[in-house]
């Protein structure tokens, strides 16, 4: 269980649509690696080219992943385009308790999973803050999906209209950012964490 009663951690919680540049956004707010602690989740599928294990995430089969989930120990876990991702609890138990600010990226079925433990009290309310990352418009949002060219053109397809799907939630999250271009949306989502860390320091 989380629990930052008698601790000024938050745990800030960030979500956002496929292809609206969570990954561009999150690897310059990297930069800042001496305000924030980066969780890096779980996933059952392939790395990109790209990516870097246990930078990005921790890529491992379905029977490791389920083993976790067994054990406790996913603060959440959902299933996003055929894949399971899930987020460790313990090492972010472990930050939050020592005051740390955590950011979690997650998907929007993730962010209500965390919601609910917020909603049944094992985060305080005034400890945890969402914050959703949007396109600046639907037509750019498809853009953007088009020029990743990591899926064919059925699979970019559906991940449009998931998007759009996401984008319908967006009324449930604290914050909502714009992500018109990236140092913008990055020094947003560093002045929403710290006016929500000062908060809490005052509680």
Request: net charge neutral; glycine share 6%; proline share 3%.
């Amino acid at each position: 269980m989380v629990n930052l009663a008698q601790s000024d951690g938050l745990l800030a919680v960030i979500s956002g649509p496929s292809g609206v540049g969570k990954s561009t956004v999150l690897s310059r707010l990297f930069q800042f690696q001496d305000e924030f602690w980066f969780s890096v989740s779980v996933a059952t599928r392939p790395a990109r080219p790209s990516e870097t294990e246990g930078s990005d995430y921790f890529f491992v089969d379905e029977k490791s992943f389920f083993a976790m989930e067994k054990k406790g120990e996913l603060l959440e876990w959902a299933q996003v385009h055929g894949f399971y991702y899930g987020t460790p609890r313990r090492a972010i138990e472990e930050q939050l308790a020592g005051g740390k600010t955590v950011v979690v990226e997650v998907d929007v079925q993730g962010a209500q999973k965390i919601r609910q433990l917020v909603d049944l009290g094992e985060i305080p309310k005034e400890k945890a803050v969402f914050i959703f990352l949007i396109p600046p418009s639907v037509d750019i949002l498809a853009l953007r999906l088009r020029r990743r060219k990591t899926e064919d053109t059925e699979t970019m397809n559906f991940r449009l209209r998931a998007a759009l799907a996401e984008l319908q939630v967006m009324e449930k999250y604290d914050y909502i950012v714009v992500n018109d271009r990236v140092d913008n949306a990055v020094e947003k989502i560093r002045a929403i964490i710290r006016a929500e860390k000062e908060r809490v320091q005052l509680t």
